[in-house]
């Protein structure tokens, strides 16, 4: 066990040189980068597919999809005529995260000299990709109401790095026992005064608060 | 990352000869250990406080819980009058999973001598925990029809490796745009004829078909 940890420690420190490379370049070129983190099928490709069309009237988007396999998310948000590029991590050992190399590899498919907005949507899972920075000026947690209450306590690292939560699928609160006040409890018990947007991709509730949230972050 | 690879192989080697350990163990005391994996929020502990009290009737089951953090999820299952083991990850470096190591240690404060069923609740996460061999009888997939229905295709290992998939939150579709047959596609599509329950704990569909299921493969 000691091994596997001395390991690690040497992976992350490979993988935060890359990361300040990946954010240096960003910087310089004026791009802001949004890691977008969250569980399987809580709805980040949707979020995507909310946001982009209005992002992309006003400035240049481009998205990193990461999924362990499929080119399914890329697929849909190439129908929106955005760049996009798949990483499939199961050619990199079927890893559950997004590491700083795969992002930089990526870069050189995307038109880095026009983007404004960088959008990475991180592999579904609510631990790995926690532990990596790949170089972001932004992290943003996605949970969906279906997912329950205990979420933030019980997985509190991807809550404690993210700078915003979207909490997902709010049409569906009115069929499910899930209590609003408990699951914002949660999130400030591991993130004190976390802003957290409401968002359906139903009735549109949130997309527009979100956008203002970008933009005001975007310095 | 080929010093990664190989080192996640000593890794699995080491786990793999535990996992042998423990599976010769539940045969000496003919105890069927399942193994419940799925992405965060799935429904996991639900699907167990539905079935325990049914399973109990018959025969002595007994409960370990893997989170990162918390005893949330261990003190739904003692509520129910059935011995439960937490284990927390978070003292284990973070692991996303869990392993046939943790599970053996756990099993020092289980009554093994009365058992009859023994019910892992691995982390929820849909890549990691199926990569680890626990020892276990059985291993039983969960997915929420809010998750959406690429998960199986996005996540093949996990639904690759699982004897049964439950199919939880059913009674949500008239609520949710949900394929029903695409998502039974995508299922068969990495796992031919893997037996599949729609399962609901507000409805209780399919509760003792997944009981049926369960006493049909105890031997």
Redesign the interface.
Known sequence: ?V???K??EK?LDANDKIAGDNRRLFAEKKIVAVNLMS???AGKTTVLEQILPKLARKAPVGVIEG????T?DAERIAALDVPVVQINTDK???S?HLEALAIQTALADLPMDKLRWLFVEN??????PA?FDLGETLRVGVL?V???E??P?????LFRVIDLLLLT?V??LP??RFDLDRVLKNVHAVHADLRVIRFSSVTGEGVDEFLSWLESRAG
Chains 1, 2 share one sequence.
Request: with cysteine; hydrophobic share 40%.
């Open positions: 066990m091994q596997q940890i390991v690690l992976v569980g399987p099928g999924d362990i396999a499929t399914a990199l050992g079927g559950c592999v579904g899972n609510l631990v790995c532990e969906s279906a997912e329950g205990d979420k306590i019980k997985y509190p690292l699928k049409d569906l069929h499910l």
